[in-house]
């Protein structure tokens, strides 16, 4: 990032200069408007994992007879990109047949300027709002690296997620660039008449300049899409235009319907919402990584089930989705298609049918796939351990081969004693590393290794034989 100084000017300058055109925005998605959500059908929703046909939570869809939407407006498949999410209507997918998709809705969370990145907590603030950045983050180009801190504070971007109490849990991050529509969508707070404003979080919204003034169904706790071309201050919006809808599309009655997002209502661990949609629990519930008592406001669920006749989602299964720590960046050793596995450094890293794949290289090839990952191919893999030298891959991102070509390797640190520590179940050697905070700060061995525990740690370096892992720096990482 740029010096202190002079990021606090960009933020300055963005915001008093911040008259953007109103219209569509340019990104890697694009050109599209604001409009509204509708499906034929709620058969599906999640992130976009990859293409040949649309892979979403780990079911194919075919999508050559359905509509694609985008913020309202009809689009190609082929501006899609992984790590949208996206909203499915159709014939649901089985293990063996692909779904068939009749429609496919997209609906952009959140565009502004980026106004404070905390490294610590791995948020970035857009419009007042606490965007969290995860190992499930896919980014866009123009964003590097590829975690908090390749933001430019007053950035401007767009942002794909699941709603949270604070903000967004993001699965991908682009740079918005060209005229904007600035745009805030969630739960309407605060609704002050007399000044013409309500609260969506911590983003203040003026309805002021809105023709015709605020749609009759905007009440506290109505679901509302905000956009305008300026802003106020880092967490004031100055609408234009106010959509109120519904944040969910329920399917038909009997129809099966699988929601991925974070829990946005906790009544009771048999009455809850997960991205807007209404869920019930029952004895024949299933659940996988916790049980029921876990269920808690912000936690990241996908729940599969059938719609009643009221639009609730009646949970048959419920998969908690874990955190993602690990991260291995190298060339790939190794790949076993009929294992659906390959190694990078050593790490045998699994792939499934819900594995995000995203082209970053010269290429850009949008069928990446393991099929057609090969040796020597640079990448990074985000994913959880899940024994010695072996994790899940649950993001496989295709790179540039760096001209610095060290390996990476990310964890949370285990077996720690100076001079080594352990990180997915491979012991790395210290004795010729420098150490780093999480801000980059330099530390010496004694304040690393003093503070290390309980904390991610990165390295960087290489493998020596035997499977040691030399590390020239290491860094503290939350």
Do not use: K
Request: glycine share 14%; aromatic share 6%.
């Amino acid at each position: 990032m740029q010096p202190g100084a002079s990021r606090a000017f960009a933020v300055a300058l963005l915001i008093a200069s911040s008259g953007f055109l109103a219209g569509s925005y340019c990104s890697e998605r694009g050109y599209y408007t604001l409009g509204g959500t509708t499906t034929s059908g709620q058969v599906a929703s999640g992130a976009i994992a990859r293409f040949g046909s649309v892979f979403v939570d780990g079911a194919e869809y075919t999508t050559s007879s359905a509509t694609v939407t985008i913020d309202g407006v009809t689009a190609s498949e082929a501006v899609l990109v992984p790590g949208q999410v996206a909203t499915l209507g159709g014939t649901p997918a089985s293990a063996s047949v692909a779904g068939v998709a009749h429609a496919l809705v997209v609906t952009t969370r959140l565009v502004g300027p980026a106004t404070s990145v905390d490294l610590a907590a791995h948020t970035i603030t857009v419009l007042g709002q606490t965007v969290q950045v995860t190992g499930d983050t896919s980014v866009g180009d123009g964003i590097a690296p590829m975690e908090p801190a390749g933001l430019l504070l007053g950035q401007l971007l767009a942002i794909d997620g699941y709603r949270t109490s604070t903000g967004i849990r993001a699965s991908r991050i682009d740079p918005a660039t060209g005229g904007v529509l600035l745009r805030v969508a969630g739960r309407i707070g605060a609704l002050d008449g007399a000044t013409q404003t309500f609260s969506i979080g911590a983003t203040t919204v003026s309805y002021a300049g809105v023709t015709g003034g605020l749609p009759a169904s905007a009440s506290v706790g109505a679901y509302a899409i905000a956009s305008g071309a300026t802003v106020g201050g880092s967490a004031i919006l100055n609408a234009q235009q106010v959509l109120v809808q519904a944040e969910a599309g329920a399917g038909a009655s009997g129809t099966s319907g699988v929601v991925h997002g974070a829990v946005t209502r906790f009544g009771a661990t048999t009455d809850f919402d997960v991205a807007g949609q209404p869920v019930s629990t029952g004895s024949a519930t299933t659940y996988d990584g916790g049980s029921a008592t876990s269920i808690a406001a912000d936690v990241e669920l996908e729940v599969s089930g059938t719609y009643n006749s009221s639009g609730v989602l009646v949970a048959t299964a419920i998969a908690f989705v874990p955190t993602t720590d690990f991260r291995i960046v190298g060339p790939v050793d190794f790949i076993d298609s009929t294992a659906a596995t390959f190694s990078v450094g050593g790490i045998t890293l699994a792939t499934t049918a819900a594995t995000r794949w995203d082209d970053r290289g010269p290429v850009h090839a949008r069928t990446f796939a393991l099929a057609t990952l090969g040796t020597g191919d640079w990448v990074e893999v985000r994913g959880d351990t899940t024994g010695i030298a072996a994790a899940d891959g649950r993001v496989v991102e295709r790179r540039v081969a760096p001209a610095q070509t060290q390996l990476v390797l990310e964890d949370d640190v285990s077996a720690l004693a100076d001079p080594s520590l352990t990180l997915a179940g491979i012991v790395v050697d210290t004795r010729g590393a420098t150490f780093a905070d999480i801000n980059g700060a330099p530390l010496t061995r004694n304040q690393f290794f003093t503070s290390a525990a309980g904390h991610a740690v990165r390295a960087r370096g290489s493998l020596a034989s035997g499977g040691a892992f030399v590390a020239t720096a290491v860094a503290l990482r939350n």
